[in-house]
């Protein structure tokens, strides 16, 4: 039935692998080099050789520089699935679909899923490399109407989200700032994040102002790097290295934005109707899932996917998320490797690559008791695409 | 001697332009189905509520309530750091629409969701663009 989530796709593929090179202020090395770095330690991660690939998904980040000629830099030959993937943030998660989809169909059997970026450079910060991001894609001439209102970027557009939130459900900067410290938690346990002094809710509220509402300590990183995973089917990964990160369930939802009145796609987000999918596919409900790894590009971002999975009612995301229940300790563990806010920012890759990490058993001081099930989100434009995987410990 | 950043211009697009030349009037013109009746900003081609293709320019009242606002802190641009913390706003026009847009002549007017607002336009090189205050 069109629209259902067809559960005969639950646990049949898996993650079997998962690459991740040095992240951050590296001014020297192109999106080619991190992305083929990723692609080989991923490979390395599951005990597979290059020539194991008969698939290649690429998404490329701001800087661009990847596309389908990517083979021929891993030198690849007869590969049976390769495509230039890009949905923004929702990408990572969308590409882990169409893998599982293609392997399940029998187009291919071991696919390699890689994004990598490079927007940093010696002479521009975080907020210039972004600045136009979430204006690229409207439609044409528009963007420069917004640019005359001093709109420019993600920033301008998610605090007004967060601000609508806040007007109509009374949502405070304070319930955003709980966000943050439970994921610099986190990340104080990451050998990779590139933020782990501890910080408090004052630190938050003393941090500035990039857009208010959001404050700097609400607005994730940005990195230079490149994050690798390798999908292939759940009776081959069984053999290989690492324990396997079954596919369970997977989902997108994508509200668009009539800018008509009624619609309210920045607080009602896609994250809903990829949920209802994802659940129904891995048949279970919000209540199973053990953790989260939300696509955190602010801390609204998480609040609002929070809300919209239903693990507690529209508008109740502030009070859901004050008391710690996000960090360590908490019932509801999220972002468990720091998060884009302060691990690194690989779109959706960052929230995908914990998620492997902890089903692999390979995080450490931060590894979680029960990886079950683990919902893994990815958000991209202002709230506008959404994809979700539903990954766990046992195929079923 | 001192040289003047200028703020970024808009570059209508050919979809746009009867938005851009009525701006230019004191006009806030946007797009109306001419089968179903619903208007909408930005410009399409075919409407997104009944997809029919036969639509018309209208012009707005003008009159609009506030949805959302944020305060540019970040500097951006040169040409607005004089200004800045700047407000940007989401409106709700009278007939239906929402428009990302600024707010101007604030005064000491506490902002809120549902706030009444009034059109008014703001000088963008060649072109005038719709601005919006308390009303």
Redesign the interface.
């Known amino acids: 039935m069109p629209g259902n989530g067809n559960e005969s796709i639950r646990g049949k593929c898996a993650i079997a692998g998962v690459g991740i090179t040095e992240m951050g202020k590296i001014y020297d090395r192109s999106v080619n080099d991190f992305a083929t770095e990723a692609i080989f330690l991923a490979l390395d991660n599951a005990g597979l050789k290059a020539s194991d690939l008969d698939g290649l998904l690429i998404n490329s980040g701001l800087e661009g520089g990847l596309s389908p000629a990517f083979q021929n830099t891993l030198g690849l030959k007869d590969l049976r699935l390769l495509n230039h993937m890009n949905a923004f943030g929702a990408t990572a998660a969308s590409m882990v679909q169409f893998a599982a989809l293609a392997i399940d169909a029998g187009m291919a059997n071991t696919v390699a899923c890689v994004f990598a970026d490079a927007p940093l450079k010696p002479d521009r910060g975080a907020g210039d490399a972004y600045k136009s991001r979430g204006v690229a894609s409207l439609p044409e001439g528009y963007a420069s109407l917004m640019w005359a209102y001093g709109y420019f970027g993600a920033n301008c557009g998610y605090a007004l989200a967060a601000r609508r939130h806040m007007e109509l459900y009374g949502t405070t900067s304070e319930q955003l700032g709980a966000i943050a410290v439970s994921q610099r938690a986190w990340a104080t346990m990451n050998p990779r994040a590139q933020m782990r002094t501890p910080i408090t809710l004052a630190d938050h509220q003393a941090s500035r102002y990039v857009v208010e509402p959001l404050r700097l300590l609400d607005c994730c990183l940005v990195s230079n790097g490149g994050v690798a995973v390798i999908v292939t089917s759940a009776e081959r990964a069984r053999d290989l290295k690492q324990k396997p990160a079954y596919v369970l369930g997977m989902g997108q939802g994508h509200p668009g934005d009539p800018q008509q009145a009624g619609y309210e796609p920045q607080v009602n987000t896609g994250a809903r109707q990829a949920g209802q999918t994802a659940f129904r596919m891995a048949g279970i409900a919000p209540q199973d899932i053990r953790a989260c790894e939300i696509y955190d590009c602010y801390t609204y971002t998480v609040l609002v996917t929070l809300e919209d999975y239903g693990f507690c009612p529209k508008g109740e995301g502030g009070a859901f998320v004050q008391n710690g229940k996000l960090g360590p300790g908490g019932s509801l563990p999220t972002n468990t490797g720091g998060g884009q806010l302060s691990s690194f920012y690989m779109w959706g890759m960052t929230p995908l690559s914990e998620a492997v990490l902890q089903l692999q058993g390979q995080c450490g001081e931060r590894q979680i008791a029960d990886s079950r099930y683990v919902l893994v989100t990815g958000n991209g434009g202002i709230l506008s695409y959404h994809g979700c995987l539903i990954l766990g410990s046992e195929p079923n | 001697m001192t040289e003047t950043v200028q703020?970024?211009?808009?570059?209508?697009?050919p979809?746009?332009q009867p938005f851009y030349d009525g701006a230019k009037q004191g006009q806030l013109m946007i797009q109306r189905c001419n089968a179903c009746g619903?208007c909408?900003?930005?410009?399409?081609t075919r409407c997104?509520?009944c997809g029919s293709p036969d639509f018309a320019w209208v012009r707005a009242s003008g009159r609009a309530t506030l949805?959302?606002?944020?305060?540019?802190?970040?500097k951006?641009?040169p040409a607005?750091l004089a200004e800045t913390?700047?407000p940007?706003?989401?409106v709700?026009l009278e007939e239906?629409?929402?428009?990302?847009?600024?707010l101007v002549q604030l005064g000491n007017t506490a902002l809120?969701?549902g706030l009444p607002l009034q059109v008014v336009f703001d000088d963008?090189g060649e072109w005038k663009?719709p601005?919006f205050r308390p009303a």
């Open positions: 703020k970024p211009v808009p570059t209508p697009s979809d746009a619903v909408r900003f930005v410009a399409r997104a509520e949805i959302s606002w944020a305060h540019v802190h970040q951006y641009h607005f913390p700047y940007i706003a989401m709700e239906g629409p929402r428009m990302v847009t600024s809120r969701a963008a663009i601005k």
